[in-house]
């Protein structure tokens, strides 16, 4: 790999008092993890050349690393209780790492990873915000909206969604040793391997704590992850059949409605 030099200028205004503008540009690289490096389901015991049951997966040791330029503008600030931040985002990358690409040895059809020698192209917005509804009550929001495409055209590059938002409600009564979170997590359609597509489902999650002693060092929380019992893809990994060979694709579910309890004590 050839030396590489990363960059970041960043810069902030204050317009008002109570308003600000946010600028940052820079440069950045990713070098590929070790899966796509050394991923190895290949496997031909009789050694004939073709990969046994019809379906084989390697890392490809010879990828570069991703580099990119970045630019991102800020506006934020406050109007009476609301706070907020909206940042537009650019990002030009070249050398993009792309997972599972056909490949074919000895007419099987497998999946490896090259570099892409389109540039990808990724821009969109983020907006953060939050504001006290009362003494008690406090509300976040974020939005993130992402449009990744090779060359700027044509589909939305995988495992990137195009839209993702959050939201959290936090219950803290002042002087109380006790309080509650409910937060959603909201996320769009997802585009997964061989044309296969995941995302579109909102996961709910609930949290309360409460302190006990005279200097509040005991902590307990308990969590209810997924309260909806939301059934949902992570990502969609591929498997083959034992008797026949075939392959096919099958789904990595993220986490059912779980109940967590923790204890903390503090010193």
Same mark, same amino acid.
């Given at each position: 790999?050839?030396?590489s030099t990363?960059?970041?200028?960043?810069?902030?205004h204050?317009l008002?008092d109570?308003?600000?503008?946010?600028?940052n540009?820079?440069t950045?690289?990713?070098m590929?993890?070790?899966?796509?490096l #050394?991923?190895n389901?290949?496997?031909?015991? *009789?050694? @004939?050349g073709v990969?046994d049951?019809?379906?084989f997966? =390697?890392?490809?040791?010879n990828?570069?690393?991703e580099e990119?330029?970045n630019?991102n503008?800020?506006?934020?600030?406050?109007i009476?209780?609301?706070?907020?931040?909206?940042?537009?985002?650019q990002?030009?990358i070249?050398?993009?790492?792309?997972?599972?690409?056909?490949l074919?040895?000895a007419g099987?059809?497998g999946?490896s #990873?090259?570099n892409?020698?389109d540039?990808? *192209?990724m @821009?969109g917005?983020e907006?953060?915000?939050?504001?006290p =509804?009362?003494?008690q009550?406090?509300?976040?929001?974020?939005h993130?909206?992402?449009r990744?495409?090779l060359?700027s055209?044509?589909p939305?590059?995988?495992?990137?969604?195009?839209r993702e938002?959050k939201?959290?409600?936090?219950y803290?009564p002042?002087?109380?040793?006790?309080?509650?979170?409910i937060?959603?997590n909201l996320?769009g359609?997802?585009?997964?391997r061989?044309g296969?597509?995941?995302?579109?489902?909102?996961?709910t999650?609930?949290?309360?704590?409460y302190?006990l002693?005279?200097?509040?060092?005991?902590?307990?929380?308990?969590?209810?992850?997924n309260?909806t019992?939301?059934?949902?893809?992570?990502?969609?990994?591929?498997?083959?059949?034992d008797?026949t060979?075939?392959?096919?694709?099958f789904?990595?579910l993220?986490?059912?409605?779980t109940?967590h309890?923790?204890y903390t004590?503090q010193f």
């Amino acid at each position: 790999m050839e030396n590489s030099t990363v960059w970041n200028l960043t810069g902030k205004h204050n317009l008002t008092d109570d308003l600000y503008i946010q600028g940052n540009i820079g440069t950045s690289f990713r070098m590929p993890d070790a899966e796509a490096l #050394f991923l190895n389901e290949y496997y031909d015991d *009789n050694n @004939d050349g073709v990969p046994d049951g019809g379906w084989f997966a =390697i890392g490809n040791p010879n990828l570069e690393p991703e580099e990119s330029e970045n630019i991102n503008l800020s506006l934020g600030g406050r109007i009476q209780d609301l706070t907020f931040e909206l940042t537009a985002f650019q990002r030009d990358i070249k050398n993009y790492i792309e997972s599972y690409v056909p490949l074919t040895i000895a007419g099987v059809e497998g999946e490896s #990873f090259i570099n892409t020698r389109d540039e990808v *192209n990724m @821009d969109g917005y983020e907006l953060i915000s939050s504001i006290p =509804i009362n003494e008690q009550w406090t509300a976040h929001l974020s939005h993130t909206r992402t449009r990744a495409q090779l060359n700027s055209s044509g589909p939305q590059l995988r495992s990137i969604p195009k839209r993702e938002s959050k939201l959290r409600a936090d219950y803290r009564p002042v002087g109380a040793p006790y309080g509650i979170s409910i937060s959603t997590n909201l996320v769009g359609d997802i585009n997964a391997r061989r044309g296969a597509e995941r995302g579109d489902y909102v996961v709910t999650d609930i949290a309360g704590h409460y302190n006990l002693g005279s200097d509040r060092q005991h902590r307990f929380v308990l969590r209810i992850e997924n309260v909806t019992d939301e059934k949902y893809a992570t990502r969609i990994d591929r498997g083959t059949v034992d008797a026949t060979g075939q392959s096919y694709l099958f789904e990595n579910l993220g986490m059912s409605r779980t109940l967590h309890l923790s204890y903390t004590y503090q010193f």
